[in-house]
């Protein structure tokens, strides 16, 4: 039997044509190459039409990497540009910054091979002892991004995630091994322009009594697809999930995500808010897998979101899969327009319909950066949300 190979169009054609003679990226442009980027066929990635989106030749790369917030002036920068890697600012004592060739991903999902075959090089960090200084990754638009972590027996590590790009495509891939004891936190800003094009995947395995924490923000772009996928591997490991997706215009954003529990007593935490309004469409979509030998897990996983106007698309999809027996997990979803009784209060106290809007929404959303430890990067978040809400009602 001869089995069909999907045709390439012209925007896939020309992304596997654009990837580098590497083994990673000859080994990206074979795999894509036989199955074709997915599209809504694919379960997935049935919200989030890749193929669709690359249908026509992607726009060039165009934007600023972006402007590092006050919090964040004494932080150290890896800067990741289409000319190569940079790093700025001085590092602690316990970590070790190196580069090594970029490997192809063996069994990963399109995203992650896609990622992992346009960096010709990876930057790999090994962390021995906590950080005290927090690591911004800056990523120029059209420079693809490539992180692997390795954190010690008890090391600490803060990283921001900063995704500015106005047009083209823009590819990230982070890999954490979090050692017994150790915590890592991640933050993360995305936003894209109507011609950008913006691919994120995260993956993280948390050792005994480990823990990974990640706040994240989305504004979106013509396609934004983020993906964490979590593997608390060891005992009473743990993980924190949060994040807001904010979207207007015609601005798609995707959160996936992954947990499996495979060590007794171990908790997740998840909660993700969106707000969208004119034709913009937020995705959401988490899983939560217990394995059998994942007794005394505690997992919760919550979404919820405000449509702001009729031409709005939110699509979710929570899932538990569980094979413990002594388990404790739970999962919540609602959807809804804003509240009539809190909008008329707010009138009946001379707020006008404009301003009563913003402040609803802005109090909705923004409990998620409740979780955020640090107050300098919490402010920096909610502001972002703040500036979105002055931007949609202008």
């Known amino acids: 039997m001869v089995l069909d190979t999907p045709t390439l169009s012209p925007g896939e054609a020309m992304v596997l044509a654009g990837l580098p003679m590497t083994e990673a990226g000859d080994a990206a442009r074979d795999s894509l190459k036989a199955s074709g980027l997915p599209n809504r066929r694919v379960e997935a990635f049935k ?123 823009a590819t990230g891939l982070i890999e954490a091994d979090v050692g017994a004891g150790a915590r890592l936190i991640r933050y993360s800003v995305q936003r894209g322009g109507a011609q950008a094009i913006d691919l994120t995947h995260t993956s993280v395995e948390v050792a005994n009594g480990g823990s990974y924490a990640a706040v994240s923000l989305m504004f979106g772009a013509k396609l934004a697809r983020a993906e964490t996928t979590v593997c608390l591997a060891g005992s009473t490991a743990r993980c924190d999930l949060s994040g807001a997706y904010l979207l207007a215009g015609q601005s798609h954003a995707d959160m996936t995500i992954r947990v499996v529990h495979r060590a007794p007593g171990s908790e997740t935490r998840e909660v993700f808010k969106g707000a969208v309004q004119d034709r913009a469409r937020g995705v959401f979509q988490g899983k939560i897998l217990v394995e059998r030998a994942a007794q005394q897990t505690d997992a919760r996983q919550n979404h919820h979101a405000l449509m702001l106007s009729e031409g709005a698309e939110i699509d979710v999809k929570p899932e538990l899969e569980i094979y413990a027996d002594d388990v404790q997990c739970a999962h919540g979803n609602t959807i809804g327009a804003l509240d009539d009784q809190a909008l008329f209060y707010m009138r009946q106290r001379g707020i006008d319909a404009v301003t009563a809007r913003a402040l609803l929404v802005e109090a909705f959303v923004t409990e998620v950066f409740d979780a955020m430890t640090d107050p300098g990067l919490r402010d920096w978040f909610v502001g972002l949300a703040r500036d979105w809400l002055a931007e949609v009602r202008a």
């Open 47 to 169: 919200w989030t039409d890749l193929r669709a989106a690359l249908s026509e030749p992607v726009a060039d790369p165009d934007g600023s990497a972006g402007l590092i917030p006050a919090c964040l002036q004494e932080a150290l920068v890896l800067d990741f540009a289409p000319d190569g890697f940079g790093l700025e600012g001085d590092k602690d004592e316990g970590l070790i910054i190196e580069t090594e060739h970029s490997l192809p991903m063996d069994g990963a999902g399109p995203v992650a091979v896609l990622a992992a075959g346009r960096a010709p090089r990876a930057v790999v960090l090994r962390v021995t002892s906590p950080q005290t200084r927090p690591i911004v990754l800056r990523r120029h638009p059209g420079a693809p991004m490539r992180l692997r972590i390795e954190l010690a027996d008890k090391a600490e590590l803060t990283l921001i995630d900063m995704g500015l790009a106005a047009a083209g495509l």
